[in-house]
């Protein structure tokens, strides 16, 4: 299902995404994700498509 401003996203790409956000936030060397960084995240996993795209 699509809607305006959304977009359906299966539950493996889901849990990829999740363990790629969450697995380092633990660690004491975590101090954030610059935009670069955050966009090749989600890039890596899959999500490239115009809804995903974090750059200005």
């Known amino acids: 299902m699509h809607a305006p401003g959304r977009e359906a996203v299966d539950l493996a790409r889901m849990w990829s995404l999740s363990q790629a956000w969450y697995g380092d936030r633990l660690e004491r ?28």
């Open 29 to 56: 060397s975590f101090s954030g994700r610059s935009l670069e960084a955050t966009q090749r995240l989600l890039d890596d996993v899959g999500l490239t498509t115009p809804f995903w795209q974090l750059r200005p």
